[in-house]
């Protein structure tokens, strides 16, 4: 794996994936409020969905070769042995007085107990085999076990505060993701008006979670699969796995403000940064305030010298509520790079403000403090950064760092020569 890139050109990717340890039993809610029109179940989502504006063309020059792409009926399909438990169990006599989207959920209460957490996006019958996996591979199985027996499911991505996470050059953030099975012999009371027809929820989460969130069409919800597996596959710098899943997504998906931020990314890190800028533009058509699109494009702006434009959208960035403390932190280091160092220790600030516990925040205010010639303030913010962090390596850089600085205050008042003790003392 190459080296970790610089902040300056760290990328932001979204997935779905639900944060949490692994289970001992999962969530199963139900609800009976009852009521809207039937939709049908597609057994055989197409790679092909028109998009209603035109789309850069990928450059396919850039992949090595052809990667393997799963089909949906690969990410779906359960074995046989798989299919045949599922099935004895579904029509065994024992259950047959049980509505049939309550058995697909005690089946998976009573057959995968214990399914643990993975970060990983496996297909249903890895999620099966393996009883593991994240929130969507939690989703796809149980779509394969509905698919099985014509329960219609739908699926709803909630809309809860994100999880961030940093790897190498990306930025992660993690959403989350639960699937709905309908009463398939349900029959309204004529004359009466429900609003929701009965269901159960399958959900990897403890607790009661009747949150708010869109609902996904199962042709949405693959392509959200894909983004998962080509996030996974970015992560691990494998390219063209990383650009066939993208293709999936947006065929199945072509709008879809992250599947086209993926193109963009895996264009831009394969060095072509002309299609990158092209797929860039035409996201942020389509989606004119997304902060992961508008801050990669501000980024990747920079990389191309066109900074007054880049300039422009750091200023519609900051109209913007970020919930990602990694955009602000990495505008800050933009800011230091360019030598705007109070403007580096607003952005710095930003990021606390959503996330006070970002040992790394404190780090870079440290860098410019001391590069502002004010060290006792570059001291107590080490001083935060070495209590916060629980990474042992990184306790005692920030402690080598601050014995360093205490034994050798700087006496000057900014500019070249603190820059230059700053470097000497390792905090840059």
Known sequence: MPPEKSLFTTDKLQRCRCHCLSLTGLLFSLWIL?????????????????????????????????????????????????QDDFLDYFHGEAVRPVPKHHRIRDFLHHRLAGFGYLEESLTASEAMAEHRGNCVSLAALTLALADLVGVEIRFQLMTTAPVFDRDGGLILSSNHVRSRLYDPDYEPNPGVLTLQRPHVQIDYFPGDRRGSGKMLSRDEFLALFYRNLAADALVINETDRAFAMTQAALALDPDHADSLNLMA????????????????????????????????????????????????????????????????????????????LHAALRWYGEALARAPYLHEAYWRQAIVYEELGQPDRSLAALEKAHSLTLRPDLKKSYQSKWMGLKTRPVRTTGGHDARGQAAELGLR
């Open 34 to 82: 009852g009521g809207c029109a039937s939709l049908p179940v597609d057994h055989q989502p197409e790679l092909s969905k028109p998009s209603s504006r035109s789309m850069p063309a990928p450059n396919t020059a850039l992949l090595a070769g052809e990667a393997p792409l799963p089909s949906p009926q690969a990410l779906l399909t359960l074995t046989a042995a798989q």
């Open 265 to 340: 990314v895996i264009h831009r890190r394969a060095g072509d940064l002309a299609t990158a800028d092209q797929f860039y533009r035409h996201a942020t058509r389509l989606h004119r305030n997304h902060i992961n699109l508008l801050s990669n494009h501000e980024s990747l702006l920079r990389q191309l010298g066109q900074d007054a434009e880049a300039d422009e959208l750091v200023a519609q960035l900051a109209q913007l509520d970020d919930p990602n403390p990694f955009h602000w932190l990495d505008l800050g280091e933009r800011a230091r790079q360019r030598g705007s």
